[in-house]
Structures are given as structure tokens and as C-alpha cells.
């Protein structure tokens, strides 16, 4: 650690060479000296925000613009059944039931244009074979010269409040048809 001359304190990583005389003696060495603590500061952040991503409840998927998982996280185990082995490299159709496929390329094509695909609902297949209803948002990843080089999907299970959400309306059906 090093104190700056504003007061500021920094990280410094330090390297040295040796210097030999003609017999093989060190008699010198060189020292060159890098202040790392933006380095260091940037991969903390990096580290803070893979934190974010891994153990957010939600699910959040990485894939290519073909639609081939690239990432998963704890919350996609959680919801979709598969581990992260069993998902990377396969198609995000697995996720989907057989009739709902052709929206899924669908929604690759309009992200490979560009466009974010905002919070729809979609009852997805989870390993077991049982069915969740989603809250899913798809957007498109872009490189620092903004083309568009992957897709991002975050999906969270409304499974619950969706099933509450009938029982309510079930409820006031029989309520109206008692008041009749």
C-alpha cells in the first residue's frame, strides 16, 4: 500500500530484476513499480456483480443470438430443475413447451434487431416435467462498439401469485353468483 502525495491511498505491485556482472553477481536490480488500485477497484466490481447475477433469485440466462445457453445461474436452477451442466450449450427450447418453440425464435429474432422484449408471461417446462408461469424480459448484450452479440433473459416465477390470482376470481364468481 502506498500513501499518495493528495492524501489518497493506492496498491502498489512491485517487480524486480536482478542485474548480473560479467561473472554472474548480482549487483544491481531493477525495480519497476504499478499502481494497481483502479485494477484492483474494477475487479472488485466485477466480483460484486457476478455476485448479483449468481444469486439472484430470478432466473438470468445468457445465450448466443442462436438461442444456445451460454450462462445460468442459481435462480434459473432453482426455477427451470437443471443444473448449470445440464443447461449450457443446449438450446433455450428446452425451456419451452413443443407448441410455444416458434415464439421463442420469434423473440431471438426481435432481440437480434435490437429490440428489448419487455416483461410477457409464459408457462415454461421445468425438468421435472412440471409447468411455471414466468414474468420473462429478454434483452440484447452489445459489445463497447454496440453491436449486438448475445441475449440476456431474466425470468421470474409467478407461479404462486398467478394461482392466487384465479382462486380471487373463482371467489367473486361464486360471490356474484350468490348475490343473484
Known amino acids: 500500500h502506498?500513501?499518495?502525495g493528495d492524501?489518497?491511498?493506492?496498491i502498489l505491485r512491485v517487480?524486480?530484476?536482478p542485474v548480473q556482472d560479467h561473472?554472474?553477481?548480482?549487483?544491481?536490480?531493477?525495480?519497476?513499480?504499478?499502481?494497481?488500485?483502479?485494477?484492483?477497484r474494477a475487479l472488485e466490481d466485477i466480483?460484486?456483480?457476478?455476485?448479483?447475477?449468481?444469486?439472484?433469485?430470478d432466473a438470468i440466462i445468457g445465450?448466443?443470438?442462436?438461442?444456445?445457453?451460454?450462462?445460468?445461474?442459481?435462480?434459473?436452477?432453482?426455477?427451470?430443475?437443471?443444473?448449470?451442466?445440464?443447461?449450457?450449450?443446449?438450446?433455450?427450447?428446452?425451456?419451452?413447451?413443443p407448441e410455444s418453440h416458434d415464439?421463442?425464435?420469434?423473440?431471438?429474432?426481435?432481440v437480434r434487431r435490437g429490440e428489448n422484449v419487455k416483461d410477457f408471461e409464459a408457462t415454461c417446462l421445468r425438468r421435472d416435467g412440471h409447468c411455471v408461469v414466468l414474468s420473462i424480459r429478454v434483452s440484447p448484450i452489445r459489445d463497447s462498439s454496440g453491436r449486438i452479440v448475445a441475449v440476456s433473459k431474466i425470468a421470474r416465477d409467478i407461479?404462486?401469485?398467478?394461482?392466487?390470482?384465479?382462486?380471487?376470481?373463482?371467489?367473486?364468481?361464486?360471490?356474484?353468483?350468490?348475490?343473484?
Open 23 to 40: 561473472e554472474g553477481s548480482t549487483v544491481a536490480a531493477v525495480m519497476v513499480m504499478d499502481d494497481v488500485s483502479a485494477h484492483n
Open 103 to 110: 415464439r421463442v425464435v420469434e423473440i431471438l429474432n426481435q
Open 63 to 97: 445465450q448466443t443470438l442462436d438461442g444456445i445457453i451460454t450462462s445460468w445461474n442459481s435462480g434459473a436452477e432453482r426455477i427451470y430443475g437443471y443444473t448449470k451442466d445440464q443447461a449450457l450449450g443446449r438450446s433455450v427450447t428446452m425451456l419451452a413447451p
Open 159 to 180: 407461479t404462486e401469485r398467478k394461482v392466487a390470482e384465479m382462486e380471487i376470481r373463482q371467489l367473486n364468481e361464486d360471490l356474484s353468483k350468490k348475490a343473484d
Open 47 to 57: 466480483s460484486r456483480l457476478a455476485g448479483i447475477v449468481e444469486f439472484s433469485d
Open 2 to 4: 502506498i500513501l499518495r
Open 7 to 10: 492524501g489518497t491511498r493506492g
Open 15 to 17: 517487480r524486480a530484476t
